[in-house]
């Protein structure tokens, strides 16, 4: 099973940026598909963004489109998320996972495809002030 570590939460101003890191190790796993998942206190996780990583294929949810933008280091086996013109509404704890695609290089991160995300990190804290 793959190991997720996640870094580069912190606190900044709204419009602010950050950038995530999400470092897997493990040997010989198989994993096709990484994704960024956030949560608040009393809600549901919810996606963010995935990567196929075969591809580099990223989807974004409508709420961060234009704003974040997820790349990947094969290299470093790191997968990225860059944050631009943070929202106060951006506040969570964000995961990464990693899980196998659907098919097709589709690595969805809605409701119902949580259950295809098997490896998950322990969480970033970002905070954004207004």
């Known amino acids: 099973q793959v190991q997720l570590e996640e870094s580069g939460g912190g606190t900044v101003q709204s419009g602010g940026s950050l950038r995530l890191s999400c470092v897997a190790s493990g040997l010989g796993h198989s994993d096709d598909c990484v994704a960024w998942f956030r949560q608040t206190p009393g809600k549901e996780r919810d996606g963010v963004a995935s990567?196929?990583?075969?591809?580099?294929?990223?989807v974004y949810a409508a709420s961060v489109r234009g704003r974040f933008t997820i790349s990947q280091d094969n290299a470093e086996n790191t997968v990225y998320l860059q944050m631009n013109n943070l929202k106060p509404e951006d506040t969570a704890i964000y995961y990464c996972?990693?899980?196998?695609?659907?098919?097709?290089?589709?690595?969805?991160?809605?409701?119902?495809?949580?259950?295809?995300?098997?490896?998950w990190g322990q969480g970033t804290q970002v905070t954004v002030s207004s």
């Open positions: 996972a990693t899980g196998r695609t659907i098919g097709a290089g589709e690595c969805p991160f809605g409701r119902t495809w949580h259950g295809i995300y098997t490896s």
């Open positions: 990567i196929y990583t075969i591809s580099g294929r990223p």
